[in-house]
């Protein structure tokens, strides 16, 4: 399926499906709606002539301090390529809000610059954390959501409430490495504490969703 791509979107009314999807291998598949994600690959190309060393993903190399391979220009969002040592929880992710994350740590930095002054990591860069809304449901992902870099060696926790809720918790070693909250889950502040401390969760790994337990009063 990784090479296939959406040829033609038919919208019909006298069928059990209201849209049709030809893919380019001529099949037809009838869906309830159809949703269309955009990648985004860094648009570097009206830079070329200045030489910026770029990285393997053809963003713009910045440093913990968002300087490019150039004297005194920055960069931040979706052109750059974060190159420094990357915490335990936060990956790059050319989402919206991590391009404003970071370009509102580029300004400070470059305020820094100019008045001769050392300023650490902002505490956004500590995990990955996005929030969003989708179909009206609040979504929010937090450290390694999807096991970035886990391997095979990890365990994911689950609990569905049709209609209402999905909370998906990825654990490696007793420790929880990332999560999904999709609904009103109220989860969002304790499981950011859960991967930002380490806390070994073993004990507790049975009973950490079910819903008549209070985890956020738990592990206060």
């Known amino acids: 399926m990784s090479n296939l791509a959406v040829l033609k979107i038919f919208i019909v009314s006298f069928s059990d499906w209201p849209v049709y999807v030809e893919l380019t291998n001529g099949t037809l598949y009838g869906c309830d709606f159809v949703v269309s994600a955009t990648g985004v690959e860094p648009n570097t190309q009206p830079f070329h002539a200045n030489d910026f060393e770029l990285a393997e993903d053809g963003g713009m190399k910045v440093n913990e301090k968002m300087q490019t391979s150039k004297a005194d220009v920055y960069a931040a969002g979706d052109v750059c390529t974060a190159c420094w040592e990357h915490a335990s929880h936060w990956v ?15 300004a400070k930095c470059m305020v820094a610059h100019t008045q001769n002054e050392d300023i650490p990591m902002d505490f956004c860069f500590e995990i990955f954390a996005h929030v969003t809304r989708f179909f009206n449901y609040k979504v929010i992902l ?17 609990r569905v409430t049709k209609g209402q809720e999905y909370v998906k918790a990825v654990l490696k070693d007793g420790q929880m490495q990332g999560a999904i909250l999709i609904g009103e889950t109220d989860l969002e502040e304790t499981f950011e504490n859960l991967i930002l401390n ?6 507790f790994k049975d009973h950490l969703l079910d819903p008549n337990i209070d985890i956020e009063d738990f592990f206060d």
């Open 142 to 158: 937090l450290g390694r959501f999807n096991a970035q870099g886990l391997g095979s060696d990890h365990e994911l926790l689950l």
């Open 92 to 106: 790059q992710m050319r989402l919206w809000s991590q391009a404003r994350q970071m370009s509102a740590y580029a």
């Open 198 to 203: 380490q806390t070994d969760l073993t004990p």
